[in-house]
Antibody, heavy 115, light 110 residues
C-alpha cells in the first residue's frame, strides 16, 4: 500500500525558514518523480514543485521560485521542501504527491506564516 | 501567466449526468497537457480520479470518465450520487515541467 507522510509544518515568522519532509513507502520511491502541492485556507489547490526520480531535474511555480528548494534522498525514501524567505501568503497545507500525475497523496502538513 | 479555467459551480440531480470542463486562458487543451482530475471533500486530502486525460485511478468507479471535448478537458460523472457532492480540480502540464491547477468546481447534488 502506497503511503506518504508529511511532517515539518508549524508556525514560523515572516522571513523565516522551514523544511518539510515526506516519508514514502509501499512503492519503489527511486522510480517516481515527486510533487509538492499546497492549499491555502479556504482556497484551491496550487501546484508548487516537482523533482525527477533521480533528483536531476526540478521545476517550480513562479510564486515560490528562488525561495523554495525541492530535493530527495532515495536511500531514505524521503522527499523534502526547503522553504526560505517565507511570506504570509505561503500559509497553507502542504501535500506531497506521487509522480507527475499525482496518483497518491499524503494527508498534508500545515504551515502558518505569521508574526 | 497561464490560467486554467473551471466552472465555479455546478448542480446535478441524483442519478443525473454532469460534465465539468478544464480550459486554458489561451489556446486549446490537448492530450499533451496530460489533464488530470481530483476530488476533494472538506478537510480531506485530494483523491485522484483521472490522469493522462482518461485513465481512471485505482479504485475509481467507471461512472467517472475523462475526455477532451472541443478545446477543453472534461470530467463526466454519470449516475451522480450524494457523496459526489464536493470540489473537483483539474491540473494541466503547461511546459518546462510545470503544471497549473484550475480554480476548482463545487458540485452540488440536489
Amino acid at each position: 500500500e502506497v503511503q506518504l507522510l508529511e511532517s515539518g509544518g508549524g508556525l514560523v515568522q515572516p522571513g523565516g525558514s522551514l523544511r518539510l519532509s515526506c516519508a514514502a513507502s509501499g512503492f519503489t520511491f527511486s522510480s517516481d518523480a515527486m510533487t509538492w502541492v499546497r492549499q491555502a485556507p479556504g482556497k484551491g489547490l496550487e501546484w508548487v514543485s516537482i523533482i525527477s526520480n533521480n533528483g536531476g531535474a526540478t521545476s517550480y511555480a513562479d510564486s515560490v521560485k528562488g525561495r523554495f528548494t525541492i530535493s530527495r534522498d532515495n536511500a531514505k525514501n524521503t522527499l523534502y521542501l526547503q522553504m526560505n524567505s517565507l511570506r504570509a501568503e505561503d500559509t497553507a497545507i502542504y501535500y506531497c504527491a506521487k509522480g507527475r500525475v499525482l496518483n497518491y497523496w499524503g494527508q498534508g502538513t500545515l504551515v502558518t506564516v505569521s508574526s | 501567466q497561464t490560467v486554467v479555467t473551471q466552472e465555479p459551480s455546478f448542480s446535478v440531480s441524483p442519478g443525473g449526468t454532469v460534465t465539468l470542463t478544464c480550459g486554458l486562458s489561451s489556446g486549446s487543451v490537448s492530450t499533451s497537457h496530460y489533464p488530470s482530475w481530483y476530488q476533494q471533500t472538506p478537510g480531506q486530502a485530494p483523491r485522484t480520479l483521472i490522469y493522462s486525460t482518461n485513465t481512471r485511478s485505482s479504485g475509481v468507479p467507471d461512472r467517472f470518465s475523462g475526455s477532451i471535448l472541443g478545446n477543453k478537458a472534461a470530467l463526466t460523472i454519470t449516475g451522480a450520487q450524494a457523496d459526489d457532492e464536493c470540489d473537483y480540480y483539474c491540473v494541466l502540464k503547461v511546459g518546462s515541467g510545470i503544471s497549473v491547477f484550475g480554480g476548482g468546481t463545487k458540485v452540488t447534488v440536489l
